[in-house]
Every structure is written in structure tokens, then in C-alpha cells.
């Protein structure tokens, strides 16, 4: 009897050893079959992030050589104005360099932003996903000796088989729900494409642009110190006061704004030898034209409506040059100061009220400028 019951044991035994050992294959032949296709979106993703850094890079390295090509320009037309001269050059270097640093910072920010998007996007879309199929695919190799863990061999087969089965089910299932999210993902990427293409336009534009401020802050600045230079060089000559005319339109706003930024002010004329000399300095300009001639000067009522006073002092005008009937407040508009020359229409370098958010060259005065 004893022999029988030991008979029984070994067969059934055998037959439950039979019967994991079938369902460990199934599970091992699962996790083989997916993991070459996990590896294939792997690469298909990798591929398609490789290709959209390649673009990032070559997108980086033609703003590089734009904003070179506007330094190496900038800097010719620095080398080549008429006042430049070699006294000049240590200056203008240093401020030059630090122009130019200032660009370069913005592409290496530039390349930092496009760093944090793809790192946020490494983060965020498909790698989860497929980090989680990746581990779940490993489990099936174990599978039968973790649910043997939570059973007793001896227990009933059909419940080991029955959970062996769900379990075998649930990989299955898992994989063929998993293909349509990471093909999705993958194709996601066309939305980081959107993002990156839209950053690196804004950053192309903002880079360019206010480099392009930045040289022609160096432009200006180049000019400062060659008028200085060249003031300092007419101070022999006993020349206590000097006009100058920049070679731009502004407003009168930003033309008070520049003539702060030379050392200077947007000029008083509180003379008639004031008047005289600043308009013989325009008549020696480019910017004298013998038909219209307009250009800005320091006076206001923006503070009070009728009482002209000068920006730079704060004192009230004294000495005018008004042609008849001026000023005028034309429009309730017409508060800031400028000295026109039109002929035809009988101005003769006199005074009118105007808007003053209308474009016209404008003339700066030096005063710490004084005779030997």
C-alpha cells in the first residue's frame, strides 16, 4: 500500500513538474518573441530624437556664423570710419569684446534651452512607457517561480495552472496594448519637433536682433569716443562749447536719450551766437540739405502747456528764434522744439513746436570742453 501511495506521489509529481515546465517555456518564449520588437522602437525613437538634435545642431551653428558675420561687418565698418585711428583701438576693443560676449551667452543659452526640452521630453515621453514594458517583459522569466512562491506544491494544479494562465494572458495582452501607446509616442515627437523649431525661431530672432543692438551700441560708442577725441583736439583751438549732429533720425525723446549717452546734451541755444554757430555746424554736415533742413533741440512745454523750458538745466528759455505765429500747439499735440530750414516756405533756421514722436535728426552740445 505504502509503495502505492509513493507510486502516486512520484506521477503526480512528474505530471505537475510536466505541466510548469510547459508553461515556463510558454513565458520564455514570450518575453524572447516581444524584446526584439521593445529593442526596434527603442532604436525607431532614438533615431527620430538623433535626427531632430542633429537639426538643433546645425540650427545653432548658422546663428553662430550669422551673428559672426554681423560682429566681422560691425568691426570693418568700425576700422573703416573716418575718425577711427589707431589711438582709438585699445578702447574700442575692450567694450567691443564685451559686446560680443554678451552674443555668444546667448548661444550658449540658446543650447541650454534646447538641452531642457529634450531632457523634459526624455522624461515625459516614451521612456516611461517603455521602461515599464521593458521591466514587465523581464517578469515572465521568473513568472512560475513566483507563483509557485505563492503556493503550496502540493496544492491543487488546476489553481497553480489557472493563475499561470492569467498571468501568461495578462503578457500577452499587455504587449499587444502597449504597441499602439508607443507607436503614439513615438509619433508624439512631431509635437517636440513643433516646440524646438518654434524656440529656436524666437531665440534666432532675439539673438540676432539684439546683437545687432549690441553692435550698433559699439558703432555709437566708437563715435563717442572719437568726438571726444576730436573735441578734446578743438579745445586748442579755444572752442568752449561744440555742436554735434549724430547720423541718425529720432524722436525727441530718444534723441535727448543719445545725446545723454555721448557725455553730451540735446543742445541749448540760449543766444544768437548760439544759434549762429550751431546753424553753421549743420550747414557743414550731410545732413544739411538745401531745400529742408529739420532738426530737434532741447526745448519742451511738455511739463507746462506755453512755457518752454530747457530739458538739460530746467531754466526757463529766454533767447528764442521763433517764425511768426509759432509756436502753436498744432493738433493740442506739438510740445518739443526743432530749428527748420525750408526756403520755399520762408523758414529760415527758425523755431516751430512739433510732435514729438515725429523722426528728425537732432543736434548734441558738448560743454566740458574749455579753452587752454
Request: with cysteine; net charge negative; aromatic share 12%.
Given at each position: 500500500?505504502?509503495?502505492?501511495?509513493?507510486?502516486?506521489?512520484?506521477?503526480?509529481?512528474?505530471?505537475?513538474?510536466?505541466?510548469?515546465?510547459?508553461?515556463?517555456?510558454?513565458?520564455?518564449?514570450?518575453?524572447?518573441?516581444?524584446?526584439?520588437?521593445?529593442?526596434?522602437?527603442?532604436?525607431?525613437?532614438?533615431?527620430?530624437?538623433?535626427?531632430?538634435?542633429?537639426?538643433?545642431?546645425?540650427?545653432?551653428?548658422?546663428?553662430?556664423?550669422?551673428?559672426?558675420?554681423?560682429?566681422?561687418?560691425?568691426?570693418?565698418?568700425?576700422?573703416?570710419?573716418?575718425?577711427?585711428?589707431?589711438?582709438?583701438?585699445?578702447?574700442?576693443?575692450?567694450?567691443?569684446?564685451?559686446?560680443?560676449?554678451?552674443?555668444?551667452?546667448?548661444?550658449?543659452?540658446?543650447?541650454?534651452?534646447?538641452?531642457?526640452?529634450?531632457?523634459?521630453?526624455?522624461?515625459?515621453?516614451?521612456?516611461?512607457?517603455?521602461?515599464?514594458?521593458?521591466?514587465?517583459?523581464?517578469?515572465?522569466?521568473?513568472?512560475?517561480?513566483?507563483?509557485?512562491?505563492?503556493?503550496?506544491?502540493?496544492?491543487?494544479?488546476?489553481?497553480?495552472?489557472?493563475?499561470?494562465?492569467?498571468?501568461?494572458?495578462?503578457?500577452?495582452?499587455?504587449?499587444?496594448?502597449?504597441?499602439?501607446?508607443?507607436?503614439?509616442?513615438?509619433?508624439?515627437?512631431?509635437?517636440?519637433?513643433?516646440?524646438?523649431?518654434g524656440e529656436m525661431a524666437w531665440w534666432y530672432d532675439y539673438a540676432i536682433e539684439w546683437h545687432k543692438?549690441?553692435?550698433?551700441?559699439?558703432?555709437?560708442?566708437?563715435?563717442?569716443?572719437?568726438?571726444?577725441?576730436?573735441?578734446?583736439?578743438?579745445?586748442?583751438?579755444?572752442?568752449?562749447?561744440?555742436?554735434?549732429?549724430?547720423?541718425?533720425?529720432?524722436?525727441?525723446?530718444?534723441?535727448?536719450?543719445?545725446?545723454?549717452?555721448?557725455?553730451?546734451?540735446?543742445?541749448?541755444?540760449?543766444?544768437?551766437?548760439?544759434?549762429?554757430?550751431?546753424?553753421?555746424?549743420?550747414?557743414?554736415?550731410?545732413?544739411?540739405?538745401?531745400?529742408?533742413?529739420?532738426?530737434?533741440?532741447?526745448?519742451?512745454?511738455?511739463?507746462?502747456?506755453?512755457?518752454?523750458?530747457?530739458?538739460?538745466?530746467?531754466?526757463?528759455?529766454?533767447?528764442?528764434?521763433?517764425?511768426?505765429?509759432?509756436?502753436?500747439?498744432?493738433?493740442?499735440?506739438?510740445?518739443?522744439?526743432?530749428?527748420?530750414?525750408?526756403?520755399?516756405?520762408?523758414?529760415?533756421?527758425?523755431?516751430?513746436?512739433?510732435?514729438?514722436?515725429?523722426?528728425?535728426?537732432?543736434?548734441?552740445?558738448?560743454?566740458?570742453?574749455?579753452?587752454?
Amino acid at each position: 500500500m505504502l509503495k502505492l501511495v509513493a507510486l502516486l506521489l512520484t506521477v503526480s509529481g512528474l505530471i505537475q513538474a510536466s505541466v510548469l515546465e510547459d508553461f515556463q517555456q510558454q513565458f520564455a518564449d514570450h518575453s524572447q518573441l516581444v524584446q526584439p520588437e521593445i529593442h526596434a522602437v527603442i532604436n525607431e525613437n532614438h533615431h527620430a530624437r538623433l535626427e531632430l538634435i542633429r537639426w538643433i545642431l546645425a540650427e545653432i551653428g548658422n546663428l553662430t556664423l550669422d551673428m559672426r558675420t554681423l560682429t566681422d561687418d560691425t568691426w570693418t565698418t568700425i576700422e573703416n570710419h573716418e575718425l577711427f585711428h589707431e589711438g582709438c583701438r585699445a578702447q574700442i576693443t575692450s567694450f567691443f569684446g564685451a559686446y560680443v560676449s554678451i552674443g555668444e551667452w546667448d548661444i550658449q543659452y540658446c543650447a541650454r534651452d534646447m538641452d531642457d526640452l529634450l531632457r523634459e521630453d526624455a522624461a515625459s515621453r516614451f521612456t516611461p512607457s517603455v521602461g515599464f514594458i521593458n521591466r514587465e517583459n523581464t517578469r515572465p522569466t521568473f513568472q512560475t517561480v513566483q507563483t509557485l512562491g505563492r503556493h503550496r506544491f502540493t496544492e491543487s494544479l488546476d489553481e497553480v495552472s489557472f493563475e499561470l494562465q492569467d498571468e501568461l494572458d495578462y503578457f500577452h495582452n499587455l504587449w499587444e496594448g502597449y504597441q499602439p501607446i508607443l507607436r503614439e509616442e513615438i509619433e508624439d515627437i512631431a509635437a517636440l519637433e513643433e516646440v524646438v523649431r518654434g524656440e529656436m525661431a524666437w531665440w534666432y530672432d532675439y539673438a540676432i536682433e539684439w546683437h545687432k543692438v549690441f553692435m550698433g551700441s559699439a558703432i555709437m560708442k566708437m563715435q563717442k569716443v572719437v568726438v571726444l577725441v576730436m573735441l578734446i583736439a578743438a579745445s586748442s583751438a579755444h572752442i568752449e562749447q561744440k555742436y554735434y549732429m549724430p547720423n541718425f533720425m529720432a524722436n525727441w525723446f530718444k534723441a535727448v536719450e543719445y545725446c545723454n549717452y555721448l557725455g553730451a546734451r540735446l543742445a541749448i541755444v540760449a543766444s544768437y551766437e548760439n544759434q549762429t554757430e550751431l546753424t553753421e555746424m549743420v550747414q557743414q554736415t550731410d545732413k544739411y540739405n538745401s531745400i529742408s533742413t529739420e532738426f530737434w533741440i532741447g526745448a519742451s512745454d511738455l511739463a507746462d502747456e506755453g512755457h518752454f523750458i530747457w530739458h538739460a538745466t530746467g531754466t526757463r528759455m529766454q533767447y528764442s528764434n521763433w517764425k511768426i505765429l509759432q509756436p502753436d500747439n498744432g493738433g493740442n499735440v506739438e510740445h518739443c522744439v526743432e530749428v527748420r530750414y525750408i526756403p520755399s516756405e520762408r523758414w529760415d533756421w527758425q523755431w516751430n513746436d512739433l510732435d514729438c514722436k515725429k523722426m528728425r535728426y537732432f543736434a548734441c552740445e558738448y560743454t566740458d570742453v574749455v579753452s587752454d
